[in-house]
């Protein structure tokens, strides 16, 4: 069975400070691995995602994260918080071949920016 | 254009009522998932469709839930005999197909709170 873990439930940093929210997770084979943001009343929205070749991998809105197999993580960063990064973040995973539609949720990563 | 809309965004009911929930996917989306979200907690996967069948249920936590897409298009979770712990917010996703791991477009949820 698959599972993620996000270290820290909640978050701050300053504005234009960096940001980085971790995300580890436990497979058996290495998964594809997503971070979603959500804005309250919103839906979820997908940043980016890993499923083969560059392990760092480039999202929306200036993010990006890094794939290491080798310490099962997949954290989400981005050089420079701004005050509209406020939201919430998950991490999540789903398998390879005929399982690749069920994604695993962490339990999420609230980020607050300060001004 | 349209995104995944859901109907109600809020609902309150008593303990032991029927409920349903719907789901409008986006227009030629052939997959559809329903997931749940409590409190704290990430969204867990309930049942994803494939066109008008259910090709995974697993996430479903008992009997008392059942979910339908008569036209392979809306969708509607129902639930029987509600209990407190059902409490939740009940979100729908959907993609273009089947193949890879495609983005899953989530829609706003529906709170249901059962008094």
């Known amino acids: 069975a698959q599972s993620v873990t996000q270290l820290g439930s909640h978050v701050s940093v300053s504005e234009g400070a960096l940001v980085l929210l971790r995300c580890n997770y436990s497979?058996?084979?290495?998964?594809?691995l997503f971070w979603y943001v959500q804005y309250p009343n919103q839906g979820l929205q997908l940043l980016l995602k890993?499923?083969?070749?560059?392990?760092l991998v480039k999202g929306i809105n200036g993010f990006e994260a890094e794939f290491k197999k080798s310490e099962t993580s997949f954290h989400l960063t981005k050089p420079s918080a701004h005050m509209s990064d406020a939201a919430e973040y998950f991490c999540?995973?789903?398998?390879?071949?005929?399982?690749?539609?069920?994604?695993?949720f962490g339990k999420g990563t609230l980020l607050t920016v300060n001004p | 254009g349209a995104g995944v809309s859901q109907t109600p965004s809020n609902k309150v009911t008593e303990k032991g009522k029927y409920v349903e929930l719907r789901c409008d996917p986006i227009s030629g989306h052939t997959a559809l998932y329903w997931y749940r979200q409590s409190l704290g907690q990430g969204p867990e996967f309930l049942i994803y469709?494939?066109?008008?069948?259910?090709?995974?249920d697993s996430g479903l936590p008992n009997d008392r839930f059942f979910a339908v897409r008569p036209e392979g298009s809306v969708s509607t979770l129902k639930i029987q005999r509600t209990e407190r712990g059902d409490s939740a917010v009940y979100l729908c996703a959907s993609s273009a197909g089947v193949g890879g791991p495609g983005e899953q477009y989530f829609g706003p949820g529906t709170r249901l709170t059962v008094t």
């Open positions: 469709f494939q066109g008008t069948g259910a090709a995974d």
């Open positions: 497979s058996s084979v290495p998964p594809y």
């Open positions: 890993y499923t083969t070749g560059a392990t």
């Open positions: 999540a995973v789903s398998g390879r071949g005929g399982s690749n539609y069920k994604l695993t």
